[in-house]
Nanobody
Framework: QLQLVESGGGLVQPGGSLRLSCAAS????????IGWFRQAPGKEREGVSC????????NYADSGKGRFIISRDNAKNTVYLEMNSLQTEDTAIYYC???????????????????WGQGTQVTVSS
């Protein structure tokens, strides 16, 4: 059964850092683009970042540019989102999602992702 599981969320003070993980089971990630999304209370879900199946293409929403770094380790079937200089506005549930693209060099945050994890809560508060 194809499954994505996020982890690494938690409570952090403003200016702090977290690294989220998205672990896949039931399928091999290397033919999938992976996106990270978030949804804050009372707001619509928004795309945060994506990484291509090849790992060579990455995109970031303006909200995370210069602060977030997405990476993948296909040997571990895991994608990471390193978040630095966190702000209270980053508080949200963070989800990862997979799109079967085949081997591709690019990704798009607003593509249709087929498989979703359950999310991990990130709270930025003093």
């Amino acid at each position: 059964q194809l499954q994505l599981v996020e982890s690494g969320g938690g409570l952090v003070q403003p200016g702090g850092s977290l690294r989220l993980s998205c672990a896949a089971s039931g399928f091999a990630l290397h033919y999938y683009a992976i996106g990270w999304f978030r949804q804050a209370p009372g707001k619509e879900r928004e795309g945060v970042s994506c990484i291509s199946s090849s790992g060579g293409g990455m995109n970031y929403a303006d909200s995370g540019k210069g602060r977030f770094i997405i990476s993948r380790d296909n040997a571990k079937n895991t994608v990471y989102l390193e978040m630095n200089s966190l702000q209270t506005e980053d508080t949200a549930i963070y989800y990862c999602a997979a799109e079967p693209t085949g081997f591709r060099a690019m990704c798009a945050i607003n593509d249709d992702y087929d498989y979703w994890g359950q999310g991990t809560q990130v709270t930025v508060s003093s």
